[in-house]
Nanobody, 121 residues
Framework: QVQLVESGGGLVQAGGSLRLSCAAS????????MAWFRQAPGKEREIVAR????????VYADSVKGRFTISRDNAKNTVYLQMNSLKPEDTAVYYC??????????????WGQGTQVTVSS
């Protein structure tokens, strides 16, 4: 099973930027679609962005479109989330996972600890 470790979160003012990283184990990283999720207090986990195995296809939630950019480095088994123009409503614990998309995103990895992102107004 794919193991995942997220990092890069922190406290930032509204309008600021952060770059999250997710390191994945395993030799089949490039075969998986990777996705970033977030979970705010009292809310369900939601998908934020996903990227195909080759990196050629990216899809974003409407709430982050134009502000967040997902990318990956298959040589480093790492996926990134560049977050710009952050808003207080982006405050959440951010997670990544591996999987595939079939109408919905099906995860195959173990959920990591996540990384906390807090945006102050």
């Amino acid at each position: 099973q794919v193991q995942l470790v997220e990092s890069g979160g922190g406290l930032v003012q509204a309008g600021g930027s952060l770059r999250l990283s997710c390191a994945a184990s395993g030799r089949t990283f490039s075969s998986y679609t990777m996705a970033w999720f977030r979970q705010a207090p009292g809310k369900e986990r939601e998908i934020v962005a996903r990227i195909s195995g080759s990196g050629g296809v990216t899809v974003y939630a409407d709430s982050v479109k134009g502000r967040f950019t997902i990318s990956r480095d298959n040589a480093k088994n790492t996926v990134y989330l560049q977050m710009n123009s952050l808003k207080p409503e982006d405050t959440a614990v951010y997670y990544c996972n591996a999987g595939y998309y079939s109408g919905t995103f099906v995860t195959v990895g173990s959920w990591g600890q996540g990384t906390q992102v807090t945006v102050s107004s």
